[in-house]
């Protein structure tokens, strides 16, 4: 039997009453004594803190001293443009396989000498020994073991960190600054995966306890679990790993074209060069056979992880598969999404999910199914 991880906050978890799971080899909070829905409906509104300690926080120094050569050396494994990445912002990205399928998504921050990336932490053993076996000798590639890693999220989480350090106000989605909590040095940035504004903050273990209760006692604050995160997420359109997305699924079908810059694509000015780039350059031109969508069901019974989709009222041919389902607590509904083939991914396409052997009418609808409330 294999024994879970704890993170530095295991304690402050059972103080706040959290139902400890495994959850990618760690035992995790899924819930605090709101449930799942107050903790969800609580983000949307104030502020929601997050123990993400299980994630991969990877350093990658270039030994030459010039970020530019990190910067080219990632894009060989990454079908993203890091080069024009400025010091003190970051970019989600993907590794790629030969066969263009994802093997992990990640952000890549741009620290002035060093690019920071974290990555999803069932996959962070491999994603550190990909960047070791792929980017050779001119690099120092170092995981962090001795920090943690917190989110702060929700329209008040701006209110909430400023009185810890102003600076954070300053900071625009996806900025990404070394600044002092409690005079400890953190790695803070402007994201999070909620489709809410808030900070992602990197601190050392040894003042992460401090930090946490410190926030935790202004009454905006609430912790929050697995469960919500994962509807908060899902309401976002954000995809979770493994579920998603995964090595069979390339970033097209995945619905993320957005996160390929220019540059990278056919005819741009550093064109492919990463794994999978024949197929994802091919599917950027013609169009993938499936594709992830939003996924509205008519009723309230919700379309879970699973559900066999069908594009009439009959079990003939399944024209695709539900990846997330749950109930949408900011928007009352039952929310999915999923993959179909191309030619039922048009906007309000009506298909079929069978449901405990009912097959019950969906529609397909555009993601995110709440606008996100990120800060330009």
């Known amino acids: 039997m294999t024994t879970l991880k704890r ?63 990190a910067a080219l050396a990632i894009e060989t494994l990454v079908p993203v443009n890091i080069l024009s990445l400025e010091n003190g912002r970051q970019r989600y990205g993907m590794f790629t396989n030969d066969d263009g399928g994802i093997l992990d998504d990640l952000m890549i921050a741009n620290r002035g000498d060093h690019l920071y990336i974290v990555v999803n932490a ?21 995981m962090v073991e001795d920090r943690s890693l917190i989110a702060l999220q929700g329209p008040l989480a701006e209110e909430v960190l400023s009185k810890l350090n102003p600076t954070v106000k300053e900071l625009r989605f996806m900025d990404s600054i070394t600044a002092n909590l409690l005079d400890t040095e953190c790695w803070i940035s402007r994201s999070g995966y909620t489709g809410e504004d808030g900070y992602e903050i990197s601190i050392p273990n040894s003042a992460v306890e401090e930090v946490v209760q410190l926030l935790s006692q202004d009454i905006n604050v609430e912790p929050i679990g697995l469960g919500a995160r994962d509807s908060l997420r899902l309401e976002a359109g954000l995809c979770l790993y493994g579920h998603d997305i995964d ?62 989709l069908y594009g009439s009222d009959n079990r003939n041919n ?3 598969k539900v990846t997330s389902g749950a109930f949408g607590p900011s928007i009352q509904k039952s929310i999915s999404m999923g993959y179909v083939l191309k030619e039922y991914t048009d906007l309000e396409t009506i298909i079929y999910g069978d449901v405990r052997g009912k097959l019950l009418a969906a529609r397909v609808t555009s993601i995110p199914f709440k606008k996100s409330n990120y800060k330009k």
């Open 7 to 69: 993170t530095r906050l295991y304690d402050y978890h059972i103080a706040n009453g959290a139902k400890m799971v495994p959850f990618a080899g760690y035992e995790m909070p899924v819930q605090y004594n709101l449930g799942v829905m107050k903790e969800h409906l609580h983000t949307r509104v104030a502020a929601g803190l997050f123990d993400v300690s299980h994630m991969g926080q990877i350093l990658l120094y270039p030994k030459s001293g010039v970020i530019a050569d």
């Open 122 to 142: 069932s996959c962070k053993g491999n994603d550190f020994q990909h960047l070791k076996n792929n980017l050779g000798n001119e690099f120092q590639i170092d």
């Open 247 to 308: 090595i069979n699924t390339s970033p097209i079908e995945g619905n993320l074209n957005w996160a390929i810059q220019k540059a990278r694509r056919a005819g741009g000015e550093r064109a492919g060069g990463f794994p999978g780039a024949k197929r994802i350059h091919s599917e950027l031109e013609v169009g993938p056979s499936k594709k992830r969508v939003g996924i509205l069901p008519d009723g309230r019974a919700p379309m879970r992880e699973g559900t066999l």
């Open 318 to 320: 399944p024209i695709g």
